[in-house]
């Protein structure tokens, strides 16, 4: 009775999802796709197996009940031994099953990072600093595709500078499909907490780089070679905090109706740069 009533309770969740809001373009085909079933565990499977989803070991993701996880397991550790993905009956969790079907080489690659830290440091309070920027990746990243020209590297500039009214208002048409900068939703927690948007919600901003080819390319290619990319270089490089910059999720051109000069002069939210 109490797993119907969390099944009912996250059903309920789920209708409350915006799907038309451009903030879940990246993880919605993963949503269209997942196959009619009793649980979204057992759907989220379907999906994954259809997929040939692995961990960083080779073997196959499958998604379990939380209840499934050893109470003296870390949960990113059990992952990278089993390939089994602890999953509760929350948004929280949907969104993390719909991002391992929509980025797999990356989640991949993060797991393996946090296992490896694991393994060579053991679970204490802390988690360290490869620990902490994985950890922040996971759950509040966006990733940015600009175009590698100068007017990207332009644009780039300003937002790390947080010269927000320029890079957002001023050069807002350089956003958007087929112009020279696209946001894409990594981190599940960030997609949770917009299903309520507010203004002030921020998300952690990675850059890449890409030819300008790329800004023609079908949505499923565009996905791959994002994939692909930033997965090479998490197994190449590691992380840390210090490649992300923020960015204001509703500041997005295009993204939210009521952006109008005043709506990035707001200092409480578009922060100017600390002096160092």
């Known amino acids: 009775m109490a797993g119907e009533q969390e099944h009912i309770a996250q059903i309920a969740q789920i209708d409350q999802i915006d799907w038309a809001r451009p903030w879940y373009d990246a993880v919605r085909p993963a949503f269209d796709s997942l196959p009619p079933a009793v649980s979204c565990i057992e759907r989220f499977n379907a ?3 259809r997929l040939g989803l692995q961990n960083h070991r080779g073997q196959p993701i499958r998604f379990v009940p939380q209840a499934a996880l050893p109470p ?4 990113e550790e059990f992952i990278g031994a089993t390939g089994c993905v602890p999953t509760r009956e929350n948004l929280h969790d949907f969104f993390n099953g719909l991002v391992w079907q929509t980025f797999p080489l990356i989640k991949r690659e993060l797991n393996a990072l946090q296992a490896a830290q694991i393994a060579s440091a053991g679970v204490g309070k ?3 600093p490869a620990r902490d920027a994985a950890t922040i990746f996971d759950e509040n990243a966006a990733l940015l595709v600009v175009h590698d020209a100068a007017a990207g590297h332009a644009l780039v500039e300003g937002l ?10 001023t050069q807002r048409a350089l956003f ?5 900068a696209q ?11 917009l299903v309520a948007p507010r203004k002030a919600i921020t998300a952690h901003t990675r850059v890449l780089f890409a030819p300008a080819a790329w800004f023609g390319l079908g949505w499923d290619d565009r996905r791959a070679w994002i994939d692909m990319q930033v997965a090479g270089v998490l197994a190449a490089e590691g992380l840390s ?3 992300f910059t923020p960015l204001p999720v ?27």
Do not use: C, I
Not at 262 to 272: G, I, K, N, Q, S
């Open 126 to 128: 802390s988690r360290g």
């Open 250 to 276: 509703l500041g997005v051109p295009g993204w939210w109706p009521q952006q109008d000069e005043a709506f990035y002069l707001d200092e409480t939210v578009f922060r100017p740069r600390r002096k160092a």
């Open 47 to 49: 999906n994954a197996a």
């Open 241 to 243: 905090t210090a490649a």
């Open 72 to 75: 003296d397991a870390a949960y």
């Open 183 to 193: 946001v894409w939703l990594f981190g599940h927690a960030l997609m949770e907490k």
């Open 176 to 180: 958007g499909a087929g112009a020279d």
């Open 160 to 169: 790390r500078a947080h010269r927000w009214h320029d890079t957002l208002y």
